[in-house]
């Protein structure tokens, strides 16, 4: 029978897994659910961890088309370290970089509770240790580094396979523009306010003067972060639509304080 795998965000039912003291057709049902699992999956191993059974199982699916049944299988020994990018089917179409043993020894039991080893290495050392990390209750999220696990933390939020430099974040080096051009229209409404205390035609005529050339460098500011945003957001193809959005959106307010400004100006400092 084909059992549902459990996935993300579901929590797995049990903690970890109980290895098998009694060999019987209860726990071969459990394998031959398992490879059916797997099949119509199109999975290349399954534990029965990952369909919510305690019992501590693992069936791999080997090139040939056979499958490999491990009872209460434990890592014997391990050797060399390699780093692979890893999927899971509890965290479907998400992955990862993980780092793992290269060579590993397994010891385990088959169906008539006889005890077997096995030497792996490559591809079939990597899923065999993802497998037995299941019975211990764990994903590959508990090997990443703090690094990757951040990226991964990421993938979940977004719920994409994307590297991190292709999510939209929440801060760009544009924004150092917009922080001038903030900084500029508050130097430019701090002389209006002055301009409101001061009588003498010709210092007016200077802060006039310093409000022209402070506000076509503001101008030039909002025209450099137009076409630059628009570069930046480029290298984030996740949240095109909601960046050209929000980049008008901000030179319009940017450029319209400024208009405002200088209206304003026109009248009160400008003393022709």
């Known amino acids: 029978m084909v059992r549902e795998i459990i ?15 009694v060999f019987n057709e209860n726990i071969f049902s459990l394998i031959d659910d398992l490879k059916e699992t797997i099949q119509a999956n199109a999975l290349k191993g399954l534990a029965a961890f990952q369909i919510g059974s305690y019992y501590n199982v693992v069936v791999i699916k080997q090139e040939d088309g056979s499958f490999l049944e491990l009872i209460n299988p434990r890592l014997l020994s391990t050797e060399g370290k390699i780093t692979t990018v890893e999927t899971t089917a509890y965290f479907p179409g998400l992955s990862a970089e993980v780092q793992r043993h290269d060579k590993i020894s397994v010891i385990y039991q088959d169906r008539n509770a006889q005890q077997h080893s096995l030497k ?59 922080k001038l051009s903030n900084i500029l229209l508050t130097i430019l409404g701090f002389i209006l306010v002055a301009s409101l205390f001061i009588s003498n035609e010709q210092t007016l005529a200077t802060l006039w003067d310093s409000q022209l050339t402070i506000s076509y460098v ?20 996740s949240c095109s639509s909601c960046q050209i959005g929000n ?4 030179v319009v307010i940017s450029l319209t304080k400024l208009s405002l400004i200088m209206i304003l100006s026109y009248f009160l400092v400008n003393p022709a």
Request: charge should be positive; charged fraction near 25%; aromatic fraction near 16%.
């Open 218 to 237: 503001a101008l030039v500011t909002n025209v450099i972060y137009f076409f630059y945003a628009q570069y930046e957001g480029r290298g984030f193809t």
């Open 120 to 178: 792996a290495e490559g591809d079939l050392s990597v899923l065999l240790q993802r497998k037995i990390d299941y019975t211990f209750g764990s994903s590959f999220l508990h090997k990443l580094s703090k690094e990757e696990k951040a990226k991964f933390e990421k993938k979940l939020e977004f719920g994409a396979d994307v590297a991190i430099s292709e999510v939209c974040p929440t801060r760009f080096k544009r924004d150092y523009l917009t």
């Open 7 to 21: 996935k993300y965000p579901t929590p797995p039912s049990v903690q970890y897994a109980t290895d098998v003291r």
């Open 247 to 250: 980049i008008i959106g901000t």
